[in-house]
């Protein structure tokens, strides 16, 4: 599926990419819509509808993976929240393995993603990736999501790449979408990003289930 020797320059997705997303689901379809219905007397089914409609209208914008934004529209901690299930943060299998055999070779590896950085914080203290990785880049730094081409201008401007020789995962095919309009070549999604839920069977991009489908050659350290 992967031809490594097309390939300099690696970005990588986290949340439904290298770490399982059940845990993000978990916390604003279930966790969150509760502690919000409580918070305003409103049975948990009303609250949740509600919720979920709050959400719903900011997807695809920076405000929906910002936290600052969405404790200070809701009145909650959402950080605090987040840390209370953080048992549940969990890397997908063979992920590290692949960081280790990316970081081992000649290829720059970088971690892209929309979470918030105190998202960043509570997930790596929790399973630290960061080492792996030649440079960490979080949306909110170039103030626009992975949606947006201005976040692909930015991330081209700091991190000078080759859209040709590039590969980038990611389990969101409309961030996949915006990636193939800026020009990078080699795009693929996971089949299954939550790992409480069943694969997707039809995908817009080429898609693995696990990383060992796409390993690297050569030993991880």
């Known amino acids: 599926m992967i031809n490594w020797n097309d390939i300099d320059t690696v970005l990588l997705d986290m949340d439904g990419t290298l770490l399982d997303l059940h845990y993000d689901n978990h916390f604003w379809l279930e966790y969150l819509p509760v502690a919000y219905a409580r918070s305003r007397g409103l049975s ?46 969990r890397i997908r299998p063979f992920a590290l393995e692949f960081l280790k055999r990316l970081h081992a070779g000649p ?9 918030h950085p105190v998202t960043l914080d509570i997930k790596m203290a929790q399973i630290d990736i960061r080492p792996w990785f030649d440079h960490v880049v979080v949306s909110h730094q170039y103030r626009a999501a992975k949606e947006q081409l201005a976040f692909w ?21 409309s961030v996949l979408d915006t990636a193939r309009e800026y020009g990078i070549a080699h795009l693929l999604t996971l089949l299954q990003p939550d790992s409480e839920q069943g694969k997707r069977l039809d995908t817009r991009f080429p898609g693995i289930h696990h990383f060992d489908e796409i390993m690297p050659t050569g030993n991880a350290t």
């Open 107 to 115: 290829r720059t590896t970088l971690l892209v993603t929309n979470a």
């Open 153 to 173: 201008e930015q991330l081209q401007s700091q991190h000078p790449f080759n859209p040709a020789r590039t590969l980038f995962i990611d389990d969101s095919e």
């Open 44 to 89: 948990d089914e009303h609250g949740r509808m509600e919720l979920l409609g709050k959400l719903d209208a900011k997807r695809g914008q920076l405000d929906w993976y910002c936290l600052d934004h969405w404790s200070e529209q809701l009145q909650l901690d959402i950080p605090a929240l987040k840390r209370e299930i953080r048992h549940m943060i």
